[in-house]
């Protein structure tokens, strides 16, 4: 058990992960504040002209799916890199499969 945790913690795609997870963290934050920003000037502009403004309805769209892509990638849920490692979401976010875990792809490297 002790080599198996040594192992792990010299991981590199381990912590390269982790450094990829403290950067789309810091993402997430400016993408919050952006979307409160959004959210309430298009609620401001509804109650003032009683219409939404469509530009800004797809790009809360857009904004909700990135922040939704950085979530699935910080819980593990997803392998893929978001904006500005990925391309930037069009539309709502599609169901994917789940990824194979990170445990299980390390292990299927020992095995070559």
Same mark, same amino acid.
């Given at each position: 058990m002790? &080599? &198996?945790?040594?192992q792990n913690i010299k991981e590199r795609k381990t912590w390269l992960?982790?450094?990829?997870?403290?950067? #789309?963290?810091? #993402?997430? +934050?400016?993408?919050?504040? =952006?979307? #409160? %920003?959004v959210i309430a000037f298009q609620f401001l502009l509804t109650l003032f002209t009683g219409k939404t403004n469509e530009r800004l309805v797809?790009?809360?769209q857009s904004l909700s799916t990135y922040l939704y892509q950085i979530l699935t990638f910080l819980t593990f849920n997803s392998n /893929?890199? *978001?904006? $500005? #490692?990925?391309?930037? *979401?069009?539309? %709502? $976010? %599609?169901v994917k499969k @789940? *990824?194979? @875990? =990170?445990? /299980? &792809? +390390? +292990?299927e490297k020992n095995k070559d």
């Open positions: 002790d &080599e &198996e945790l040594k992960r982790g450094l990829y997870m403290l950067l #789309f963290l810091v #993402f997430y +934050s400016v993408a919050k504040v =952006i979307i #409160f %920003a797809k790009l809360g /893929e890199h *978001p904006y $500005p #490692f990925g391309a930037w *979401p069009k539309g %709502a $976010p %599609a @789940q *990824p194979k @875990q =990170i445990k /299980e &792809e +390390s +292990s």
